[in-house]
């Protein structure tokens, strides 16, 4: 060891401390500093995060515009990020509108229009879906905006549809929030009932703001696990059912076609298969969440189409396949189906299913899968809310504040606006809550519906531009398969559907015609007039629709250059067209 400066024994200690240490505390002390500056400059960047980001306005272009030349532009400049993977897009997609509607819902449809009722009204109503999303995918791909639908409307048919249209909608997702939590307490109570009810609301008020307050990035992945885990269940208890059906349970049931004959396939003729249309509407609610996000998507022009085209295949396995199986386990007037909650895991025709073919434990798998549903529910509802006013805001609809994105991509002022009303969910234990929810939810009760026929008549105006400014499709990277005819039915079936709705507040299955049933579940359509007839009133904005050659088609696109985009869209057509046509048949339809 003759390279070694000193030798070791205890009479060098001393020698050591005198020669080494001082070096090794400057670096321990460097190091500490170091760390402690890194420290420094992670709070202030946590700090800095919530503060304005800078957006590039010029008074001066912006006061020349009218109102609607002005929302078009502040909403394509819109500052909230862009961080939504595909993966993330699709799965919003595919998940936004499985929950207690499909689990539980479905149980009531069933013992209101029976086994052929509610197939009839859930493959109409699907169809009708299918197309409104198609028109959706062409709008959003080509102008994926702050606020995407509810500024379309606007932007394409007359700014108090939009007004109308996107503050209900607000409202709805609003209401939505306080009301998932308190569904989330009634879940809990399926496993121990004995605790008070708000500490559940307080657990899943604070998951639900934390999702959302870590950004659209959070948001995005979280409801990538939530919606995994309803599609692997819908999956497994569609395997499941399978088995049932075929005879292959513990209990060897095998009941074939009987429940279609006893008690029969409608239960409660016309009027029932009528009502049952408006529970399938209501239970596709959520669907069009994909186009919302298009505004924060990384590459809306591939997400996109990929998923719209996938909202077939979820309606036809998830819901029609489902719901075909049911019919033929649970038999429409089964006591346990009447008169539950929407949350009352007892009810669900699943679980009635599988209990009657012998299987044990399955109550305790649908409540988790339910109560993941329903937190699933609760921070979309945070997204919908806080982006639908962040767009009102920047088109002038809204107080300019709500317009507040901060650095890391938040709204901040509408997710705060959203949690501060969620806090109504504390009212859980005071036994009041369902009569105050169900008139909040009465409000907005047709929102869906509204926005539905407002995006394939916003669809039809758009189209209409094109060819009354001397344009075409081709420069579109994502046409609707179904074309403006898809448009056309898709909106006269939600038509249909509002009369109807219209028709069973009026005469509701099972009761007397009264003023307190009729505007507690039309109440929606009233507030929808006021706020149309009221914006007019406002903006002394007495239109029916922009005329066509009017049309703004171009703000909000993020390929500017029309004539390279065309050439792009026609290279990848050739190369599509030089593929297998087995590639070509999944790519035209996933």
């Keep these: 060891m003759d390279w070694f400066p000193v030798q070791y024994n205890p009479l060098s200690t001393s020698f050591l401390r005198m020669t080494q240490p001082s070096s090794y505390q400057e670096k321990f002390s460097e190091t500490n500093a170091y760390d402690n ?14 503060k304005r980001v800078s957006v590039d306005e010029n008074d001066s272009e912006l006061s020349s515009l009218d109102d609607i030349e002005r929302a078009n532009l502040l909403t394509s400049k819109s500052p909230l990020q862009r961080k939504l993977k595909s993966r993330n897009i699709a799965m919003i997609a595919i998940g936004s509108s499985i929950g207690s509607a499909l689990f539980v ?27 409104t999303m198609q028109s959706l995918g062409e709008l959003s791909v080509a102008f994926p905006v702050s606020g995407g639908f509810n500024l379309y409307a606007s932007r394409f048919i007359d700014p108090s549809v939009g007004f109308s249209v996107a503050w209900n909608y607000f409202i709805q997702f609003l209401v939505l929030l306080p009301l998932e939590l308190v569904s989330s307490s009634i879940t809990m109570q399926f496993w121990n009932s004995s605790i008070n009810p708000d500490i ?3 657990i899943f008020y604070v998951v639900v703001c934390s999702i959302n307050m870590f950004g659209v990035r959070a948001y995005g992945e979280a409801e990538f696990v939530f919606s995994v885990i309803k599609v692997v269940a819908v999956v497994g208890f569609i395997i499941v059912s399978i088995v049932l059906v075929s005879g292959g349970g513990p209990s060897g049931d095998h009941h074939g076609a009987e429940y279609w004959h006893n008690p029969g396939a409608f239960a409660n003729g016309f009027k029932g298969v009528v009502s049952v249309f408006v529970t399938a509407a209501f239970a596709y609610a959520g669907v069009e969440l994909c186009g919302l996000a298009a505004a924060e998507s990384e590459n809306p022009r591939k997400a996109l189409p990929r998923a719209i085209k996938q909202v077939f295949w979820r309606i036809l ?37 599988i209990e009657l073919g012998g299987i044990k434990g399955l109550p305790h798998v649908m409540n988790a899968v339910i ?7 609760a921070s979309t509802s945070v997204y919908a809310s806080s982006r639908t006013l962040t767009s009102l805001a920047e088109q002038g609809l809204a107080p300019k504040i709500c317009a507040y994105v901060d650095r890391a991509g938040r709204p901040l002022v509408a997710i705060l606006i959203s949690n501060v ?7 859980a234990a005071s036994g009041k809550e369902s009569e105050v929810f169900t008139w909040l939810l009465s409000i907005s009760a047709l929102s869906s519906i509204a926005l539905w026929i407002s995006i394939n008549w916003a669809h039809i105006r758009f189209r209409r531009g094109l060819k009354a400014q001397g344009r075409s499709t081709n420069e579109l990277t994502f046409v609707a398969q179904t074309g403006v005819i898809g448009s056309y039915i898709g909106g006269f079936i939600f038509i249909l559907v509002l009369i109807a709705q219209f028709w069973i507040a009026l005469y509701p299955i099972g009761s007397e015609p009264s003023a307190y049933g009729f505007f507690l579940s039309y109440l929606g359509g009233v ?16 239109i029916f629709q922009i005329p066509a050659k009017d049309l ?35 790519h035209l339809w996933c």
């Design 371 to 377: 109560l993941v549903s329903v937190i699933s529910v």
């Design 317 to 353: 396995m998830f819901y029609l396949v489902s719901l075909t199986l049911i019919c033929f386990l649970v038999p429409y007037n089964s006591e346990r189906l009447l008169g539950a909650s929407s949350v009352d895991v007892t009810a669900s025709p699943f679980v009635i299913a």
């Design 37 to 50: 500056e890194v420290e420094q400059l992670r709070w202030q960047d946590f700090k800095d995060s919530f």
């Design 421 to 427: 009303f969620a806090l109504l969910a504390f009212i």
């Design 200 to 202: 559940w609301v307080l």
């Design 105 to 131: 819902g479905s149980g009531s449809a069933l013992s209101t229009g029976g086994p052929a009722g509610i197939l009839i009204a859930w493959s109409i109503t699907g169809f009708a879906i299918f197309t």
């Design 552 to 586: 703004d088609l171009d703000s909000g696109r993020r390929e500017t250059d029309l004539e390279l985009l065309r050439e792009q869209i026609r290279h990848e057509k050739a190369v599509m067209g030089a593929r297998p046509w087995y590639i070509r048949f999944y």
């Design 527 to 542: 507030i929808l007039v006021v706020f149309y007839l009221g914006h007019k009133v406002w903006k002394k904005n007495w």
